[in-house]
C-alpha cells in the first residue's frame, strides 16, 4: 500500500523526481503558489524546507498545504533543531491529518548559520530516534509514550544522507541505522563528485541497503563558478571537485555550462544501480528545473 | 571542574554602581584553575575597582577575601560580618551558596560561569560534560556527544563532519568524527550500528531543577525517614 | 637594575620611584594596580633584553602582562600608554631615561584629558 504518489513510484521501480521548494521568509502565500503553478508536473513531489540554514521562513506544514492546494505532492521536511518529541508527533499528526504523508526527517542546520543565532536549539530527539518515533507512531499505531493512537498518522518516512561528509567510511553505516530505524527513502546531499558518490553506492549495495530503501541522488544546476566555489567553501558537508569549478570558469557561458554540467550528472547517475530518483535543489533558480527534467528525459 | 571567565570589567564597574562597601570574593577551587577568580584575580580586581573608584570619586571601599570553596557553607565564614555587595568570582554555585549563608548581602556575578571541562593547553579549556544526568560515555567511547556535538546527537556525526570539524566553527572538533576514530582504535565499531533510542531527559536539567541524594551518607535518622518514604 | 641606578643618578628623576623585582615576569598585575593606587601616573616595567631572558619566560608573561593591564587601565577610566615594558642591558642607562622621558610624555600630554 503506497500513501503518497512519490511512494507509489519508487515501490514500482519507476526513476523518482523530487525538487526543492524555499517558502517564504514573510507571510506570502502566493509566492508558494507561484512556484508550485510554475513547477506543477516537473517531480512526482517537492521538497518544503523547515527552516532552512536557519533563518525563519513560512513552517514546512504550511507550505506544504499550500501546495497540496496547488495540486502538487509535497515532501514535508522537518528538523531535530525547532521541535520536541511533542511538538514532531503533533506536527506528524497534523500534517497526515492535512493529507501530507512524505515525510523528511532531519537534524537541521545549527542556528550559528542563520539570522537568529542567538536561540536555543532542541535536538530533544535526532533524525535517527525522530524516524524511530514516526515508525512507531504508524506500526504500532501508539505514540512514543506508549498511548495508543485510534486513528495513527501514515507517513512515508524519509531521510537524508551525506556521502560527502566525514568520516567517510561511516556515511554508509549512518544510512544503514536511518533504514534500520525506519527511512523508506533517502535524499543525498548533491552530487558533484560523482566518483565519491559512485564509491558511496557500492558500500551500500555491499551492505544491501539498496533493497531496503530508495537512494534519491541529490543534483544542482550551478550558475556559475561562483556559485560553486560558494558551496565549496561555505556549504558544510559539500565536496565540488575542482575540475567543476574550472569548467565554470572556463565556460562562455557558465549558465549553460552549469545546465550541461547537471545533466551530465543526472546521466550519470540514472545508470548507477540502486539510484531510484534525482532531487533537484535549484536555490533560486527554480524556473530552471522544468527544462531541466525534460533535457534529461526525467520528466514524470 | 567548572569553567567560569571573566565578566568585561566595564560590565562589572556599571554592575557596581552605587555600592559603598564592596568586598570581591575569590575561590581557590575551580576558577582559581581556570584563573578567572582565584586569589590573584580576585586581588587585582579588588586593586582595579579601588583605582576606579578613586578616579572617578565612587567612594567604594573595596577588600579582596579568598575562600578554599566558595560553594560549601563550611568554606565560607570567612565573609561573616561582611556588609554591603560581595562581587563574587567564584561560579554560580558559589555565588549562591554565598548569598544564601548571608541573605543581607547584595552578591553580584563577577564572572560568567560556562561548563563543565578540563584545560586543554595554557589559558584553553574545553567543556566536556554537560551533567544530563544518565551517562552514556560506556557507548561512545568515554566521549561526550550530548556535551560535545553541537547538535547533542546521539547517533553518529550528522552531515556537517568535515575533516574532523563541526560545522559550527573550524575551532570545533566533530565529536562524533572524534567517537568514530576511538571506537575503531578500540575495535568496537559494532556499538555504532546500533540505534541509541529516544533520551530520558529528566535526569537532566528538563526534570526540573536536580536534588541529588546519596542514602548511604545521609545521617541514621534522616536515612530511615528517606527509605520509609521510598 | 643597574642600568636603572646609573640612570637615577642623574638629575632631574626625583619623580620616578624605582621598585626592584627579580623579574619582570614577576611582578602580577595587582601590584600595578596598586602602584597606581599609590600615585603613581605611569608605570614602567623593566626587563632583560628578550634574547637575554634569565628565566626564559618572563618577558613572555611580563608581556601579556602589560597588555592586559592596557585595557583594564582604559576600562577604568585612564588614557592608554600608562604601562610600558621597556627590555634593556646593564649598559643601557640612557635606554631607561629614553623610557621615562616617554612615559613623562604620555602623562603630560594625557593628564589634561584624564579630568
Not at chain 2, 38 to 51: D, I, R, V, W, Y
Not at chain 2, 177 to 186: A, E, F, G, M, P
Not at chain 2, 198 to 220: I, L, Q
Not at chain 3, 18 to 34: D, I, N
Request: charge should be negative; include cysteine; glycine fraction near 8%.
Amino acid at each position: 500500500m503506497s500513501v503518497s504518489m512519490l511512494q507509489e513510484m519508487l515501490d514500482a521501480g519507476r526513476f523518482a523526481v523530487t525538487a526543492e521548494i524555499g517558502p517564504p521568509k514573510s507571510c506570502e502565500p502566493e509566492q508558494v503558489r507561484k512556484l508550485a503553478r510554475m513547477l506543477k508536473g516537473s517531480a512526482h513531489a517537492f521538497n518544503l524546507t523547515d527552516n532552512q540554514a536557519a533563518n525563519v521562513r513560512m513552517s514546512s506544514l504550511a507550505s506544504s498545504v499550500l501546495c497540496l492546494q496547488e495540486g502538487l505532492e509535497p515532501v514535508m521536511q522537518m528538523t531535530c533543531r525547532d521541535r520536541n518529541r511533542i511538538a514532531m508527533q503533533s506536527d506528524l499528526l497534523g500534517a497526515c491529518a492535512l493529507g501530507v504523508h512524505n515525510v523528511l526527517c532531519i537534524s537541521g542546520d545549527h542556528q550559528v548559520f542563520g539570522n537568529h543565532p542567538q536561540a536555543k536549539n532542541v535536538y530533544d530527539v535526532d533524525p535517527i530516534q525522530q524516524l524511530m518515533i514516526f515508525r512507531r507512531m504508524r506500526d504500532e499505531g501508539m505514540n512514543w509514550g506508549g498511548e495508543p493512537l485510534p486513528q495513527p498518522p501514515q507517513p512515508f518516512l524519509g531521510a537524508a544522507a551525506n556521502p560527502f561528509a566525514d568520516p567517510f567510511e561511516f556515511r554508509v553505516a549512518r544510512l544503514a541505522k536511518k533504514v534500520s530505524a525506519g527511512a523508506q527513502f533517502v535524499q543525498t546531499q548533491c552530487v558533484l563528485d560523482v566518483e565519491r558518490f559512485q564509491r558511496f553506492m557500492g558500500y551500500v549495495r555491499e551492505r544491501g541497503l539498496d533493497e531496503e530503501v530508495h537512494v534519491i541522488a541529490g543534483v544542482i544546476p550551478l550558475r556559475s563558478h561562483k556559485a560553486a566555489l560558494f558551496m565549496k567553501n561555505k556549504v558544510a558537508g559539500m565536496c565540488v571537485p575542482d575540475h567543476i569549478v574550472d569548467r565554470l570558469r572556463r565556460a562562455s557561458d557558465p549558465k549553460e555550462e552549469g545546465i550541461k554540467l547537471c545533466l551530465e550528472t543526472i546521466d550519470s547517475l540514472k545508470s548507477i544501480p540502486g539510484v531510484h530518483g534525482v532531487h533537484i535543489t535549484a536555490i533560486a533558480w527554480e524556473e530552471i528545473v522544468p527544462r531541466l527534467v525534460q533535457e534529461a528525459g526525467i520528466r514524470p | 571542574m567548572i569553567i567560569a571567565e571573566r565578566k568585561p570589567l566595564t560590565e562589572v564597574l556599571e554592575m557596581l554602581d552605587g555600592s559603598g562597601e564592596i568586598t570581591v570574593l575569590g575561590c581557590r577551587s575551580c576558577t582559581a584553575i581556570c584563573l578567572a577568580g582565584g586569589e590573584k584575580e580576585a586581588k587585582e580586581m579588588s586593586e582595579a575597582l579601588s583605582l576606579h573608584s578613586e578616579l572617578k570619586g565612587k567612594g567604594w571601599s573595596v577588600r579582596p577575601i579568598t575562600v578554599e570553596r566558595a560553594c560549601e557553607k563550611e568554606f565560607i565564614l570567612p565573609l561573616q560580618g561582611v556588609k554591603g555587595t560581595v562581587l563574587s568570582l567564584a561560579c554560580g554555585v558559589g555565588a549562591q551558596v554565598v548569598q544564601e549563608m548571608f541573605p543581607m548581602l547584595q552578591v553580584l556575578p563577577g564572572v560568567n560561569t560556562s561548563n563543565m571541562g578540563a584545560p586543554e593547553g595554557i589559558g584553553v579549556f574545553v567543556e566536556k560534560c554537560a551533567g544530563c544526568g544518565d551517562c552514556i560515555l560506556h557507548l561512545t567511547a568515554g566521549i561526550c556527544p550530548i556535551a560535545r556535538c553541537a547538535k547533542s546527537l546521539l547517533n553518529g556525526p550528522c552531515g556537517g563532519s568535515q575533516n574532523g570539524k563541526c560545522e559550527v566553527s573550524p575551532d570545533t572538533a566533530c565529536a562524533w568524527d572524534q567517537i568514530v576514530r576511538s571506537l575503531t582504535t578500540q575495535g568496537r565499531l559494532d556499538l555504532l550500528e546500533r540505534n541509541i533510542p529516544p533520551k530520558d531527559w529528566r535526569p537532566s536539567r528538563s526534570g526540573g531543577p536536580r536534588r541529588t541524594v546519596n542514602v548511604e551518607a545521609m545521617p541514621g535518622d534522616s536515612q530511615k525517614a528517606w527509605r520509609d518514604t521510598e | 637594575m643597574p642600568a636603572a641606578l646609573k640612570a637615577m643618578e642623574v638629575e632631574d628623576m626625583d619623580d620616578v620611584v624605582l621598585r626592584e623585582v627579580p623579574c619582570a615576569g614577576s611582578v602580577e598585575r595587582w601590584e600595578v594596580l596598586h602602584a597606581f593606587r599609590q600615585g603613581a601616573e605611569g608605570v614602567l616595567l623593566v626587563g632583560c633584553l628578550l634574547e637575554n631572558c634569565a628565566h626564559h619566560y618572563g618577558n613572555e608573561i611580563a608581556g601579556r602582562r602589560a597588555e592586559t593591564l592596557e585595557r583594564t587601565l582604559v576600562d577604568l577610566g585612564l588614557s592608554p600608554g600608562k604601562v610600558v615594558l621597556v627590555h634593556l642591558a646593564e649598559h643601557q642607562p640612557h635606554r631607561f631615561r629614553q623610557a621615562v622621558e616617554a612615559m613623562r610624555a604620555t602623562v603630560r600630554s594625557t593628564s589634561e584629558e584624564e579630568k
